[in-house]
């Protein structure tokens, strides 16, 4: 196997990433991840070391384009009758939920109370936010077009974030997961590592520098 052929096969994963992001957006999971392989390619033929990136920071918009350009020869997503009709049962059991809690359900609240999981109750409200077509008829069994929302740059910024935050060692990474992912205090953090507070707090700022020193590259 030849070092092209390797580079491109060690940053499949990254294909995976960037398409489980566009999943029952209307397009076929296959062609998602052919298109995402041809903009690996793509960035794997133009990538240069020498500027100091990894390929799959660099590789991660090139990649988007390709499945991205997807939707734009389609111009719409499909949202499938059974979204749509997950969606009606989310609204009525989110009424149901706040009549009688006085509060909106969370999305874990609602996955239990209906049975589906998180990923696709969140497909369903996203496809809910995007405005359906005026020709469509509620009463139809047919898929609904609407039109493609441009969400690259969010992904492309998570999945560069991801990137560099796999580029710290397992302190750093833990100290991370704690202080912003979990959203727990210096003083929380300091006890849970063996650290005091102050220490705490003077490698926080190292590592948010260095963050930002490779997520501006």
């Known amino acids: 196997m030849s070092g092209f052929d390797s580079l491109i096969k060690d940053n499949l994963a990254l294909v995976h990433s960037c398409c489980k992001r566009f999943k029952n957006k209307g397009i076929e999971y296959e062609e998602l991840y052919s298109a995402g392989c041809v903009g690996l390619v793509k960035a794997a033929k133009r990538f240069n070391p020498d500027f100091g990136l990894k390929l799959s920071t660099y590789a991660v918009p090139v990649i988007l384009g390709e499945i991205k350009q997807l939707f734009r020869d389609s111009g719409t997503v499909k949202v499938s009758r059974g979204l749509k009709e997950l969606n009606l049962k989310i609204n009525e059991k989110t009424k149901e ?20 999981p998180v990923e696709k109750l969140n497909d369903a409200l996203n496809a809910a936010k995007t405005p359906v077509s005026l020709n469509s008829s509620p009463d139809e069994d047919r898929e609904i077009d609407i039109p493609c929302d441009d969400i690259s740059e969010n992904i ?15 302190s750093d990474r833990k100290i991370i997961e704690l202080r912003y992912y979990k959203r727990i205090t210096q003083q929380k953090t ?10 705490i707090s003077r490698r926080e700022k190292k ?4 963050m930002r020193a490779r ?3």
């Open 97 to 116: 939920f706040q009549t009688k809690n006085g509060r909106e359900p969370t999305i874990n609240e609602l996955s239990d109370i209906l049975g589906e």
């Open 207 to 210: 590592i948010l520098a260095f």
């Open 156 to 170: 492309t910024e998570k999945l560069a974030l991801r990137n560099v935050i796999k580029e710290l060692n397992p």
């Open 215 to 217: 997520l501006s590259v």
């Open 190 to 199: 300091a006890e849970a590592l063996g650290m005091t507070q102050v220490q």
